[in-house]
């Protein structure tokens, strides 16, 4: 999608006179069925950055930059503009405004640009050519964006998708580098980072990564020791700002893309992980940005209107500062009807205004906002720079429910109705949170409208979400006495089995500090303290945690829960037996694993079972050998060989099997042999 239909549309756009009207709402169909929604502000999540919602800004369209189009983009809460546009970034070069071997329509330069950001009241995020460029054309950007323009551009990409040069096997980016390989990478990225800033010490610079269970994430080339997101955070890690992460999830029915959003939180924890991992001293300075997203399925309609919602709140959810969606303008593709409105496979969020190679069918007016442009103005009323997201969940899994506490005080909510057919009438529940009496502001976007309404309606308790809708409300807090300042996130160490200490620096003088677990709903409050730190005891060995703190002054008012710590407690350091789980070989959608069993006891071993259950129902176990092996639900289990029962003290085993995936690939992190928890290593 980086350039995709980009030499089409740069000639279709400013040639297309034929237009089609947008069609009107379809009423829901049938009587609204009842969920219960429940919020817990004491279950903080991620928070809002000023450059959460964002679209991308192709210099291929001749509308870049335009008032109208800035216009546009200010109405739906864009609150930063990538440029020049995907793949195009790697071929680019910003003095002369070209793009050898592409299309560069007029007045789309870098000035022509950030007057558009400026007007939409905007920031840049701006990708430097490493394919055909240097360190040095990139610092001389930087220094005629900040130095002499004053135009304070923050955020720096270093080059665009530079896994797909040709290193792996796909040969889509360009990179005249000799070496294609993600060392190589790496070393230009520590040479463009030195280079800019130089020039601009505040300047955030990020890097390429593969998002997890996206091609190529988990591969390793030719020549190479290891994956593309281990070598180069090993390389950059310490020249680095944030990464870069670009995800395309597919779908091929409304239902398949609307769930891809549950990958999300295990994407976002393995990439932590490895960055934490990898990427060496103060990793957690590094922040995520999502920086090209579309779905795969109602791209115009409103399928694409609920995943764009949806994935933007999740993704700011689960800690990502940026977010954004591929693009302004891309141009028509293969059209089809969806859910009774005609979808253009448009991946822009505005017409293009052009009609297919037949001339048979053409889009809407030029800018015409299709179902996304909503879905983005839809989340952007409840993630607002400044907020936070906290944990909202519904009972009925047609309904994707969001929260966020607002700046001034206020709580959104944000509420997806993804069932086609069915209206659903929810109860919403508040732990936390204490809402006004009175009706609520309530703002609504169905199939086929053309604008989003709002008005005050049902109450704080009560609402009805029309079938195939987005629906947020707004709600006044009973009391607007606030509470001290929230704690900062806190930071898991001396993580072992059972235990983990949380610290956090000083919220406020004369407070106590409550730790509360989040479990789904609801959070379970593991101690308090007036001290900064907190030891948990008595966890469970190889499960994820993921916890708040929240800050309590002597009147009893509380603050806001501080953003979420995910760690994962180990194994047990002693047992009797001890497993080395491998990803020997991966391809990108499974791998062979190899795992060494070796009895750590005393006391041989005649006869042996392992077990262990797969983290997400998107793995499989396909066949494998030195066993008999079995798969029921998640759960997996090999029973020993004839030729490998018996274990003597110290002795080890190895068996494998084929590991199928279809979304982030979490390893199991536990495993017992004949019903006794063994030391993962």
């Excluded at 001293?281 to 579309?294: D, F, K, V």
């Excluded at 399925?297 to 993704?315: H, K, M, R, S, V």
């Amino acid at each position: 999608m980086r350039s995709s239909r980009a030499a089409m549309l740069a000639m279709a756009l400013a040639t297309t006179t034929s237009l089609l009207a947008v069609p009107a709402p379809i009423a829901a169909m049938a009587a609204a069925t009842s969920t219960d929604v429940t919020i817990n502000a004491r279950a903080g999540l991620g928070a809002v950055s000023d450059a959460a919602i964002g679209v991308n800004h192709a210099v291929w369209d001749q509308y870049l930059g335009s008032d109208d189009v800035a216009d546009l983009l200010h109405g739906a809460g864009v609150q930063i503009m990538r440029y020049p546009g995907g793949s195009y970034s790697d071929i680019y070069h910003w003095r002369d405004n070209t793009a050898p071997g592409g299309y560069v329509a007029p007045n789309t330069d870098f000035d022509h640009f950030m007057a558009g950001v400026r007007r939409a009241g905007a920031q840049a995020m701006v990708i430097a050519n490493y394919g055909t460029g240097t360190p040095e054309e990139a610092a001389a950007w930087v220094d005629y964006a900040n130095v002499q323009k004053h135009y304070g551009v923050k955020y720096w990409e270093i080059g665009n998708e530079l896994y797909g040069n040709g290193h792996y096997g796909a040969n889509r980016e360009a990179d005249n580098h000799a070496d294609k390989s993600p060392t190589a990478y790496a070393q230009g990225v520590v040479a463009y980072a030195q280079a800019m800033k130089a020039v601009d010490p505040a300047v955030k610079i990020g890097a390429v990564l593969t998002t997890p269970a996206n091609w190529p994430d988990g591969l390793v080339g030719g020549g190479d020791s290891a994956s593309w997101n281990q070598t180069v955070l090993s390389i950059a890690g310490p020249s680095i700002d944030f990464a870069i992460l670009h995800w395309y999830p597919g779908g091929s029915t409304g239902p398949d893309a609307l769930s891809k959003t549950e990958q999300v939180q295990d994407a976002a924890f393995l990439v932590k992980q490895q960055i934490a991992k990898y990427a060496g001293p103060n990793a957690s300075r590094i922040g995520l940005a999502l920086t090209e997203m579309n779905t795969g399925y109602g791209q115009n309609t409103q399928p694409g209107a609920l995943f764009a919602a949806d994935a933007y709140a999740t993704l700011i959810e689960n800690g990502f500062f940026s977010v954004d969606w591929w693009n302004v303008h891309n141009g028509i593709g293969t059209v089809s009807q969806i859910a009774g409105q005609t979808d253009y496979n448009d991946f822009g969020i505005l017409s293009s205004a052009n009609c297919t190679s037949d001339g048979a069918t053409c889009e809407p007016a030029l800018n015409t906002p299709f179902a996304p442009y909503f879905g983005l103005a839809m989340v952007s009323k409840v993630a607002k720079p400044g907020g936070q997201l906290i944990r909202a969940t519904a009972t009925d899994s047609a309904v994707k429910a969001h929260a966020a506490r607002l700046p001034d005080g206020d709580l959104g909510v944000l509420l997806v109705n993804t069932d086609p057919d069915n209206s659903k009438s929810v109860t919403l529940h508040y732990s936390g949170f204490s809402p006004a009496a009175g009706a609520p502001q309530v703002s609504t976007f169905t199939t086929g409208a053309t604008a989003i309404t709002t008005a005050a309606a049902g109450t704080a308790t009560s609402q009805t979400l029309p079938a195939y809708s987005l629906t947020t409300v707004v709600l006044h807090p009973s009391s607007t006495v606030a509470g001290p300042a929230a704690p900062a996130q806190p930071v898991a160490s001396g993580v072992t089995a059972n235990d983990a200490t949380l610290s956090w620096p000083a919220a406020a003088s004369g407070v106590k500090y409550e730790i509360h677990r989040q479990l789904g709903a609801n959070t379970e409050q593991w101690g308090e303290t007036s001290g900064l730190s907190f030891t948990v005891h008595n966890l469970v060995p190889g499960t994820r945690y993921t916890a708040n703190v929240i800050a309590r002054d002597g009147s009893g008012k509380v603050s806001w829960a501080s953003p979420p710590v995910t760690f994962a407690t180990g194994t047990p350091t002693a047992s009797d037996c001890a497993v080395r789980f491998t990803d020997a070989n991966d391809w990108g959608n499974g791998y062979v694993a190899s795992v060494d069993i070796t009895n750590t006891g005393t006391n041989p071993v005649t006869s042996w079972s392992l077990a262990f259950a797969w983290p997400t129902g998107w793995q499989s176990m396909q066949g494998g050998w030195n066993g008999t092996w079995s798969q029921t639900g998640r759960d997996v289990k090999v029973t020993n060989a004839d030729f490998n029962g018996s274990l003597a003290p110290g002795a080890s085993t190895n068996i494998g099997f084929v590991a199928g995936y279809s979304g982030p690939n979490v390893l199991p992190p536990r495993f017992t042999l004949n019903g006794k928890l063994c030391t993962t290593q």
